[in-house]
């Protein structure tokens, strides 16, 4: 009898021990990335050190709820079998946090976009699919404290508000970082450094947008093929921790794009020329070249207008 038990545990939550894994190792790249911000933030506005501090207290507290739901799924379900298919009170707890942080991050990023783009109605655009997505994704989570078992969320009343809230979650991921790609690519410069930069930051967002679109993907797909399972639930985890990384690699990348290029000064030969008479000495008329070198700091509010 013990050994089916055991099983059933593994069966039904090992997925879910597999994800929660994941997302410590998520959350602890959180940390490092928390670590390395508040120590090069000097320069930044005090909201955003605010959002910072929101953002990884509202993870440590996503996460202390994560090993009580970790522990009710795993270690409670050997002594009572029954707590796989129960609706524990961490799940919605996880979800309502969550979707406080994703608010957070995503605004963010379309906050960072509209200094990009200055285009009213792709922030619109963005703003609407947020808001409409966290709308249902609330709803979810505030419905799912009256649940009893997870067969309850295959119901037709929380299952279309599902699936609804995922595929708006895609779509709003991936519209960010086409977004931010083709608008770095639009504003790059002929220099050479700065479009290496360009072309690494580029590359990040391409990256961060692959992968939380995937997350969101595999949340929709472990749903739909296996909805009262604990699967989905551990892919959402992922995909919380997931996006609070991203925010502090955001703001880490801008310490990069600082380092990556560094002041310039504008430099005049008129002066020069005047005092050789017009003559370098080498038979070249300085007094017919003016020279003009692009200051960096211009390049960089490009690149990072925050």
């Not at 522990?71 to 796989?84: D, E, G, Q, T």
């Not at 590359?203 to 093929?225: D, E, F, K, S, W």
Request: glycine residues 6%.
């Amino acid at each position: 009898m013990a050994s089916k038990v055991q099983a059933g545990v593994e069966s039904l939550a090992g997925g879910l021990i597999e994800c929660f894994a994941i997302s410590c190792i998520f959350y602890g790249i959180t940390i490092a990335q928390a670590n390395v911000y508040f120590r090069t933030c000097g320069r930044d506005p005090q909201w955003m050190k605010w959002m910072a501090t929101t953002v990884i207290f509202l993870e440590t507290v996503h996460t202390a709820v994560l090993l009580r739901k970790l522990y009710f799924y795993s270690v409670l379900a050997i002594k009572n079998p029954l707590n796989l298919t129960h609706v524990d009170w961490t799940i919605p707890a996880v979800l309502i946090l969550q979707n406080v942080i994703e608010i957070i991050v995503n605004s963010f990023y379309i906050h960072r976009m509209w200094l990009y783009s200055k285009s009213i109605m792709l922030t619109i655009g963005m703003f609407f699919i947020l808001l409409s997505r966290d709308a249902t994704f609330l709803f979810t989570a505030i419905k799912s404290a009256t649940f009893t078992t997870f067969g309850d969320f295959d119901k037709p009343g929380i299952k279309g508000p599902l699936i609804v809230t995922h595929s708006l979650a895609i779509g709003l991921d991936a519209l960010l970082a086409a977004s931010m790609v083709y608008h770095l690519y639009r504003d790059r410069t002929r220099f050479r450094s700065t479009r290496g930069v360009i072309s690494w930051m580029m590359t990040y967002y391409v990256n961060t947008g692959v992968v939380l679109a995937a997350l969101t993907l595999a949340i929709l797909v472990a749903y739909l093929a296996a909805p009262k399972s604990l699967l989905y639930a551990g892919f959402i985890d992922i995909y919380g921790k997931a996006m609070a990384n991203s925010l502090f690699g955001a703001l880490n990348s801008r310490q990069v794009i600082r380092n990556k290029i560094s002041p310039v000064t504008i430099i005049s030969t008129n002066a020069y020329a005047e005092s050789n008479n017009g003559s370098t000495g080498y038979g070249i008329n300085m007094n017919a070249v003016q020279v003009e070198v692009e200051v960096s700091t211009e390049t960089t509010k490009v690149m990072d207008p925050l």
